[in-house]
């Protein structure tokens, strides 16, 4: 039996979507100096990655029970949650990170049912704030939200507590720990470089 977490992994390090440089860190847009950028939306350009990743989607979204539409969370969420959408013959809504300033000033676009069930769509968890905040948006339009569904998370601790505390359940493709166990047996990174980076993530746990 594949294991789903593994075989993300290292489709998503195979075509630099997650990328480490433990001796040299990115600078995330919050200005934390990371070994590890990911970049999801790389996946879109690689059809049997995107396929793949379409259809591990569309398996783990069974996990949320019933619901009858998907919305992708602004920007990187919108495609990944199209063709989950696509795939399930749903309709499909997306959340801005903020209201239009012009037109119908919509938060929300696209059209869902009254009282609709919805499945959030993510590329990426890092401490979650993008997708409460979509979650809450949702919620206030009188949709009912069954849970977010992403690709990958870091698995910080501000991130478990963010969706516990919205009462929201969160389920992802893969995560840290399957990263870097197929980042050492892939030899994208030595041991050295994997502790490098252990140790900067235990910084946020």
């Not at 969370?73 to 990170?97: C, H, K, M, N, W």
């Not at 990958?152 to 992802?172: H, I, M, P, R, V």
């Not at 050295?192 to 910084?203: G, Q």
């Amino acid at each position: 039996m594949m294991n789903i977490e593994a075989e993300v992994a290292r489709r998503l390090l195979e075509i630099k979507a997650i990328k480490l440089s433990p001796n040299d860190p990115f600078t995330w847009a919050s200005g934390i100096k990371s070994p590890i950028y990911c970049d999801n939306r790389k996946s879109l350009s690689y059809p049997e990655v995107r396929k793949f990743i379409k259809k591990c989607l569309v398996e783990k979204s069974k996990e949320f029970g019933t619901f009858d539409t998907v919305s992708g969370v602004a920007t990187a969420g919108i495609p990944q949650g199209a063709l989950l959408a696509d795939a399930l013959e749903q309709p499909f809504i997306y959340v801005r990170s903020k209201a239009k300033g012009h037109g119908l000033q919509n938060m929300i676009e696209g059209e869902a049912k009254e009282g609709a069930a919805v499945l959030v769509v993510e590329d990426l968890i890092s401490t979650g704030g993008s997708s409460i905040k979509a979650v809450n948006a949702l919620r206030d339009a009188g949709l009912k939200v069954v849970g977010v569904i992403a690709i990958f998370t870091y698995g910080f601790a501000k991130a478990t507590e963010n969706f516990a505390n919205a009462d929201c359940q969160l389920l992802t493709l893969s995560n840290f720990d399957a990263l870097l166990d197929e980042a050492v047996s892939g030899e994208f990174i030595t041991e050295a470089e994997m502790e490098t980076v252990n140790t900067w993530r235990r910084e946020f746990l």
